[in-house]
């Protein structure tokens, strides 16, 4: 692999011949990087379509005014003349960043992406890289590397053989299930401390509207919604507790201001946190 600067890379320049122009889908380049911790791209916008993969550690996507956090086994695109950039989400010398890219062209490029689910609002896919699909995509790099005349017949097939193996379905219940569960106990753990949907959402790498509804879907209400009931669990907990002002509480439950706790609360349970205490000391259900 050549240093440069921001990453170690093998990168392979492609020239289609004539025959190759005819058909509807046709190489310009490929190659596979080691980021460095400094690695970043863009902003800046290309000619033709390139599909990305993460082929290890994760990557950050800035398109169309979305940002979005990527992780092992996704992809994206980035397509013609629309601005983008993209890094390294978090440097790890021991795992680093490794991306596999295929820039391609020709009538039916844009059909086929559109086919896979792609498009410039939502130019990315997860857990779409398997063994056969690598194993592809090196093929294809090599192909390229060492052209033959009579070999553009194969490498067309091999391009087309890569779009079949991107439209197959892949099953996401079990993959869907963890990362469901992993917000779940990142809600959990950090609900005291501030968090919002937006900072799960960056957190999780999934889009926020996305997010919300799959998780609304698995649990019967929305992210919001929970971390919400949370919050009000806890406070009803620390509202039994003499030594604990309700401003004390408020601030403690990631709230910056009374009033935003106390509309909050009442809200949630049709009372005023004062009165919700009020009513505990009248039934002498506040501990001593």
């Known amino acids: 692999m050549k240093d440069y600067g921001h990453e170690f890379a093998d990168i392979i320049y ?56 990527l992780p092992k086994g996704s992809m994206f695109c980035l397509f013609p003349d629309v601005k983008h950039s ?5 440097y790890d010398s021991a795992s680093p960043l490794k991306l596999h890219w295929l820039a391609f062209t020709g009538s039916q490029a844009e059909m086929l992406v559109r086919r896979i689910g792609v498009s410039e609002q939502k130019p990315y896919l997860r857990n779409r890289l398997t063994a056969e699909l690598a194993n592809q ?51 959990q753990t950090h609900y005291a401390e501030g968090i919002s949907v937006t900072d799960l959402a960056e957190w999780s790498g999934m889009h926020r509207s996305h997010l919300s509804s799959r998780f609304k879907q698995s649990f019967g209400m929305s ?18 507790s003499r030594t604990l002002s309700i401003t004390d509480i408020s601030l403690s439950l990631g709230y910056t201001d009374l009033y935003t706790f106390s509309r909050a609360f009442c809200t949630y349970t049709g009372m005023s946190p004062s009165n919700y205490r009020s009513n505990l000391l009248s039934s002498n259900k506040m501990p001593n």
């Open 14 to 69: 492609y020239t289609p011949n004539e025959f190759e122009k005819l058909g509807g889908l046709w190489p310009l380049r490929t190659g596979h990087n080691i980021a460095k911790a400094n690695y970043s791209v863009g902003p800046r916008v290309i000619e033709c379509f390139s599909f990305h993969f993460v082929l290890n550690g994760s990557v950050t996507l800035s398109s169309m005014g979305e940002t979005v956090t």
């Open 86 to 90: 993209y890094w390294i989400t978090q």
């Open 137 to 187: 995509l090196q093929a294809c790099m090599e192909r390229m590397k060492n052209w033959r005349k009579d070999g553009d017949l194969q490498l067309q097939m091999m391009l087309y053989q890569l779009f079949e193996m991107l439209s197959r379905p892949i099953p996401e219940a079990s993959e869907e299930k963890d990362w469901l569960k992993a917000c779940l106990q990142y809600m």
């Open 223 to 240: 992210p919001r919604e929970y971390l919400i009931k949370l919050r009000m669990e806890r406070a009803v907990e620390m509202l039994q």
